[in-house]
């Protein structure tokens, strides 16, 4: 059962790493990550998964002294009750107390002509500048030397 599992989450990563390797380095012309759009759906989908932590802290907590004692139904009842309660309080503070600390948007997009080129002239470090597995990818199969 265990190699299962660790063969099918290995079988994942190659998957993933192969669709962003075709994708993003051969398939689209230009990225933009200019915009804190990206930044909050990569916490708001976060939310699911850190409301499987609380479900299964639910589900470990019971019987414990001092806790609750569910057995059948309504444990499982609990723990997806924490999951959904998890995933809209933290959608909650997503929407409406995230915004509260932050600076309103500016009316126009300083960063609207500015291309690549210049961004990397003046901050040379970059995701893919910096990453480890892109730069072996410039220096052996481009056969790019800084």
């Known amino acids: 059962y265990t190699w299962m599992l660790f063969l099918g989450m ?19 012309p230009s990225c933009t990550f200019a915009s804190y759009d990206v930044e909050w759906w990569a ?19 019971n019987c414990e002294p001092g806790f609750h004692c569910l057995r059948g139904a309504p444990l499982i009842l609990l723990c997806c009750f924490v999951w959904a309660l998890h995933v809209v309080v933290h959608l909650a503070v997503l929407n409406f107390v995230v915004p509260k600390f932050s600076k309103p948007p500016p009316e126009e997009d300083p960063a609207a002509v500015e291309t690549f ?7 040379p470090c970059s ?20």
């Open 10 to 28: 290995a079988g994942s990563h190659v998957w993933i790493y192969a669709f962003d390797h075709y994708r993003v380095l051969r398939s689209i």
């Open 43 to 61: 916490q708001a989908m976060m939310a699911p998964i850190i409301g499987v932590i609380a479900s299964c802290w639910a589900f470990k907590a």
């Open 117 to 123: 080129q210049t961004l990397s002239a003046r901050t």
């Open 127 to 146: 995701w893919f500048t910096s990453n480890p597995i892109h730069c072996l990818r410039s220096k052996h199969f481009y056969s790019h030397s800084p």
